[in-house]
């Protein structure tokens, strides 16, 4: 099962990373930097889970989502499989930041899209 998903949400302010998370960030330092895109101003990136848009061709992904245990906490037969994968594209405006998320499952997802 693939499930795209993508979402527009105000932009209000930078909020830092929580202290509490500090550790953790040092083990999977993983960064992503979404690109300002002053083409998308005037909504015009439709939200309707269509991934194939112009305005996302030239986005890159993010690096592939992991069990949150990491390999090392994680037993090996508790991990998910090879056919589970997630990763995600993210890019902003003025007034939004835009994100569409790619998940890919070995099991029935249900999933409800409505506008």
């Known amino acids: ?24 960030n040092s083990l999977h330092p993983n960064i992503y930097i979404a690109p300002y895109n002053p083409q998308t101003t005037n909504n015009s990136i439709e939200i309707n889970a269509d991934i194939d848009k112009p305005a996302w061709a030239q986005i890159p992904w993010s690096s592939e989502f992991d069990d949150i245990r990491g390999p090392d906490d994680a037993p090996p037969h508790d991990r998910p499989s090879n056919k589970c994968q997630t990763k995600f594209k993210m890019q902003w405006d003025e007034e939004y930041l835009y994100i569409l998320a790619l998940l ?12």
């Open 1 to 24: 099962t693939t499930t795209p998903a993508a979402a527009r949400l105000p932009i209000t302010g930078f909020v830092p990373p929580s202290p509490q998370f500090q550790f953790h």
């Open 104 to 115: 890919h499952s070995d099991m029935e997802v249900p999933a409800t899209y409505t506008t």
